[in-house]
């Protein structure tokens, strides 16, 4: 009898367990029935904050399809390219209890996981909190209390010639704390970038895979004085901080939202889906209202940081940090002729002594040449241009440096480069006429960024070109063709001063199409049948001599458009260390030069180079001459060579007017352009 009331106790006990599983899991699924009903009947998918959440975009054909490409970003197995089935999806998941897989330990709760999702879903739900299934976000809490985010600045890294991967500079996200005890360089800055190392990846095939999207783009976070090392002292590059006027629940829905992306990947393009693009995303979901997406083919970063200027009232103010490249530069100018001689012979050989040792001079401010002389030293061995002697000279120096007062003004200094802000579009239109040997013409071309050089300086780096992706097209009167007078894959020019400071070697690379006369072999050929003809028989004479006329009045050259790769290195030469605007830079290098054309005897034509740049400036005025000589004789071909003087007058940033003249073997011309730059 005992044993069967103990038998039916547990039974009992059993029904009523799985009885009160049963309906809690019954009213838990009812409230999520209920809850995705109601998102249904508002169409919460629609919503434009939703859309931002998710990354969402339309293809031409209308479909939705997010920008994240990682799985784990969804919650619904159609999420990427179906809102509704991730907004449905993310509701259940919110109010469902889930456990981790075997061995994941970084594992985390959708609710932790999309902390900004589930607000937004709460807030417009009216979901209670008894409603989410109960979970431990203390890693996402901890996360986001360490930000204690209150403020935004958006920063950009200027552009420095000498690192190609910078050549469109970079844009990156600092977030400001509201703890007033934290110094601005320990708070956090927001990175995206491609994950690739183009130090160790071949150049060439860094730039195909990041036009094609080759490498996926993460998000990370870095303390500030790590984006400032690496940036300013490392790659001497200026920065420019914005500083944004959001407000601090706006600043914190984009925090969560930061840590949402934690684990998503995007492909990246330089042209578009780069740094600057997905750091518009973060600002939309900031203030959703400002479409920053939608005004920009390409995004370059440069032109994104106007587009946050062209907003009223958005930034509030503009800060300039220098490079320790730009800060050695500034106290060079605020040299005397007796200071600067003394650091240019300490510099020398690393002498220290010619400063420690030195008497007492009213000329001579010794703690301000020795904080230059300690700024060069430092940068000449992030240079890698400094034996490891030089450091114990540095400690010395560092030691001396410690016992003298600081009795200048440091501060006053004008910034060495211009806020990009200010600069021209990046893209370009040109619009020209002219006229050459081989009759008139009409010319267009494109660019799709960034910079050439007639072009103003104001926001660029100074005597420096980038051309990425342009053209020019022509349509001669005469033969009635249009021509593809040149086409650049990609063409960079740095003409770098060379200085006591750091002797930066200048470099052209340049790859893509070029132009040139071709003399046609044929009427060559038919020249030398009618030459013999007259020998031989004399008898037709008048008849060769008929041909020989009508051979010359025909078209004698043909401008045809060649494969082209060429690269040059040398030396610029430039008064950098004085005071007020530099007017004139010299420039000589040497090189060579690739050329393939199948009506070339030998197709492919390779050629040792020199050239020569000459520069003159004056600020809406400017005048470039530059010389190419291409040594193709050592072929037996002819050499060939090419000399350009232009004339630019800048009605406006972004309205320019130009003269030029080109002259090439067989071939010589002069055009009037219109640039338009937008």
Same mark, same amino acid.
């Given at each position: 009898?005992?044993? =069967?009331?103990?038998?039916?106790?547990?039974?009992?006990?059993?029904?009523?367990?799985?009885? #009160?599983?049963?309906?809690? $899991?019954?009213?838990?699924?009812?409230?999520?029935?209920?809850?995705?009903?109601?998102?249904?009947?508002?169409?919460?998918?629609?919503?434009?904050?939703?859309?931002?959440?998710?990354?969402?975009?339309?293809?031409?054909?209308?479909?939705? /399809?997010?920008?994240? %490409?990682?799985?784990?970003?969804?919650?619904?197995?159609?999420?990427?390219?179906?809102?509704?089935?991730?907004?449905?999806? *993310?509701?259940?998941?919110?109010?469902?209890?889930?456990?981790?897989?075997?061995?994941?330990?970084?594992?985390?709760?959708?609710?932790?996981?999309?902390?900004?999702?589930?607000?937004?879903?709460?807030?417009?739900?009216?979901?209670?909190?008894?409603?989410?299934?109960?979970?431990?976000?203390?890693?996402?809490?901890?996360?986001?209390?360490?930000?204690?985010?209150?403020?935004?600045?958006?920063?950009?890294?200027?552009?420095?010639?000498?690192?190609? *991967?910078?050549?469109?500079?970079?844009?990156?996200?600092?977030?400001? &704390?509201?703890?007033?005890?934290?110094?601005?360089?320990?708070?956090?800055?927001?990175?995206?970038?491609?994950?690739?190392?183009?130090?160790?990846?071949?150049?060439? /095939?860094?730039?195909?895979?990041?036009?094609?999207?080759?490498?996926?783009?993460?998000?990370?976070?870095?303390?500030?004085? /790590?984006?400032?090392?690496?940036?300013?002292?490392?790659?001497?590059?200026?920065?420019?901080?914005?500083?944004?006027?959001?407000?601090?629940?706006?600043?914190? =829905?984009?925090?969560?939202?930061?840590?949402?992306?934690?684990?998503?990947?995007?492909?990246?393009?330089?042209?578009?889906?780069?740094?600057?693009?997905?750091?518009?995303?973060?600002?939309?979901?900031? =203030?959703?209202?400002?479409?920053?997406?939608?005004?920009?083919?390409?995004?370059?970063?440069?032109?994104?940081?106007?587009?946050?200027?062209?907003?009223?009232?958005?930034?509030?103010?503009?800060?300039?940090?220098?490079?320790?490249?730009?800060?050695?530069?500034?106290?060079?100018?605020?040299?005397?002729?007796?200071?600067?001689?003394?650091?240019?012979?300490?510099?020398?050989?690393?002498?220290?002594?010619?400063?420690? @040792?030195?008497?007492?001079?009213?000329?001579?401010? #010794?703690?301000?040449?020795?904080?230059?002389?300690? %700024?060069? +030293?430092?940068?000449?061995?992030?240079?890698?241009?400094?034996?490891?002697?030089?450091?114990?000279?540095?400690?010395?120096?560092?030691?001396?440096?410690?016992?003298?007062?600081?009795?200048?003004?440091?501060?006053?200094?004008?910034?060495?480069?211009?806020?990009?802000?200010?600069?021209?579009?990046? &893209? *370009?239109?040109?619009?020209?006429?002219?006229?050459?040997?081989?009759?008139?013409?009409?010319?267009?071309?494109?660019?799709?960024?960034?910079?050439?050089?007639?072009?103003?300086?104001?926001?660029?780096?100074?005597?420096? &070109?980038?051309?990425?992706?342009?053209?020019?097209?022509?349509?001669?009167?005469?033969?009635?063709?249009?021509?593809?007078?040149?086409?650049?894959?990609?063409?960079?020019?740095?003409?770098?001063?060379? @200085?006591?400071?750091?002797?930066?070697?200048?470099?052209?690379?340049?790859?893509?199409?070029?132009?040139?006369?071709?003399?046609?072999? =044929?009427?060559?050929? %038919?020249?030398?049948?009618?030459?013999?003809?007259?020998?031989?028989?004399?008898?037709?004479?008048?008849?060769?001599?008929?041909?020989?006329?009508?051979?010359?009045?025909?078209?004698?050259?043909?401008?045809?458009? @060649?494969?082209?790769?060429?690269? #040059?290195?040398?030396?610029?030469?430039?008064?950098? +260390?004085?005071?007020?605007?530099?007017?004139?830079?010299?420039?000589?290098?040497?090189?060579?030069?690739?050329?393939?054309?199948?009506?070339?005897? #030998?197709?492919?034509?390779?050629?040792?180079?020199?050239?020569? $740049?000459?520069?003159?400036?004056?600020?809406?005025?400017?005048?470039?001459?530059?010389?190419?000589?291409?040594?193709?004789?050592?072929?037996?071909?002819?050499?060939?060579?090419?000399?350009?003087?232009? +004339?630019?007058?800048?009605?406006?940033?972004?309205?320019?007017?130009?003269?030029?003249?080109?002259?090439?073997?067989?071939?010589?011309?002069?055009?009037?352009?219109?640039?338009?730059?937008?």
């Amino acid at each position: 009898m005992l044993t =069967r009331l103990r038998s039916f106790f547990i039974i009992f006990f059993l029904f009523s367990l799985f009885g #009160t599983f049963s309906s809690a $899991y019954a009213t838990d699924t009812k409230k999520i029935l209920e809850y995705q009903k109601l998102a249904e009947v508002k169409k919460l998918w629609e919503e434009r904050y939703w859309i931002l959440l998710l990354h969402y975009s339309k293809t031409t054909f209308g479909n939705w /399809v997010s920008e994240a %490409d990682s799985s784990s970003f969804f919650l619904s197995k159609e999420g990427r390219n179906n809102p509704k089935s991730e907004l449905l999806s *993310a509701i259940e998941a919110f109010m469902t209890p889930a456990s981790p897989p075997s061995g994941d330990e970084n594992w985390m709760h959708p609710s932790c996981k999309f902390p900004e999702r589930k607000r937004w879903i709460q807030e417009k739900l009216s979901i209670p909190d008894q409603d989410f299934t109960e979970v431990d976000c203390s890693r996402f809490e901890k996360w986001f209390a360490t930000l204690n985010p209150k403020g935004a600045k958006i920063i950009f890294a200027s552009y420095y010639m000498n690192a190609p *991967a910078s050549i469109f500079g970079h844009t990156l996200l600092k977030l400001d &704390s509201g703890d007033p005890n934290r110094k601005e360089i320990l708070e956090y800055s927001v990175n995206y970038a491609a994950n690739a190392d183009p130090e160790s990846t071949n150049a060439i /095939v860094y730039s195909i895979l990041g036009l094609f999207g080759g490498y996926p783009g993460t998000f990370s976070l870095f303390p500030y004085y /790590v984006k400032i090392a690496e940036y300013n002292d490392i790659e001497s590059r200026d920065l420019w901080e914005y500083e944004l006027d959001l407000k601090e629940e706006e600043v914190k =829905r984009m925090t969560r939202h930061l840590w949402e992306l934690g684990a998503a990947t995007f492909d990246y393009y330089f042209l578009d889906e780069n740094c600057s693009y997905h750091l518009f995303s973060l600002i939309e979901v900031a =203030r959703p209202s400002l479409y920053l997406r939608d005004k920009a083919p390409f995004v370059i970063p440069g032109d994104t940081v106007k587009k946050y200027l062209e907003q009223a009232g958005l930034v509030k103010e503009i800060k300039y940090r220098p490079s320790l490249h730009s800060k050695i530069i500034q106290k060079l100018r605020k040299m005397n002729e007796e200071e600067r001689d003394l650091y240019e012979n300490v510099m020398k050989n690393a002498n220290i002594s010619l400063l420690t @040792n030195k008497e007492p001079d009213p000329k001579i401010r #010794t703690s301000f040449l020795s904080d230059t002389i300690l %700024d060069s +030293f430092r940068y000449k061995k992030a240079e890698g241009n400094s034996p490891k002697e030089w450091d114990q000279t540095y400690k010395q120096l560092l030691l001396f440096r410690s016992k003298l007062p600081t009795d200048y003004d440091d501060s006053g200094y004008s910034p060495i480069t211009q806020s990009p802000h200010i600069g021209h579009g990046s &893209s *370009a239109l040109y619009n020209e006429v002219g006229t050459s040997n081989l009759g008139n013409f009409l010319g267009f071309g494109y660019r799709a960024a960034v910079h050439d050089l007639l072009n103003t300086d104001q926001g660029y780096i100074p005597n420096s &070109s980038v051309d990425y992706f342009s053209l020019k097209a022509r349509y001669y009167q005469d033969s009635k063709k249009l021509h593809l007078e040149e086409f650049h894959i990609i063409r960079m020019l740095s003409l770098t001063p060379y @200085n006591s400071l750091g002797r930066s070697v200048s470099y052209f690379v340049d790859s893509g199409a070029d132009s040139s006369v071709y003399e046609k072999n =044929r009427n060559k050929e %038919d020249r030398k049948l009618l030459e013999w003809q007259a020998l031989l028989r004399p008898e037709d004479l008048s008849y060769t001599l008929y041909r020989l006329d009508e051979i010359s009045r025909s078209e004698k050259y043909e401008r045809v458009t @060649n494969a082209n790769l060429e690269t #040059t290195f040398g030396y610029s030469f430039q008064d950098e +260390f004085s005071e007020g605007p530099k007017r004139f830079l010299f420039s000589a290098q040497a090189g060579a030069k690739v050329r393939y054309n199948g009506k070339y005897d #030998t197709n492919a034509i390779v050629a040792p180079q020199i050239a020569t $740049y000459w520069i003159a400036n004056f600020d809406i005025f400017k005048a470039v001459l530059s010389l190419h000589y291409y040594t193709f004789s050592v072929y037996g071909i002819p050499d060939d060579y090419k000399a350009q003087l232009g +004339f630019r007058y800048a009605i406006h940033a972004n309205h320019e007017l130009r003269l030029e003249a080109k002259a090439q073997r067989n071939y010589n011309e002069a055009s009037f352009s219109y640039v338009y730059q937008f």
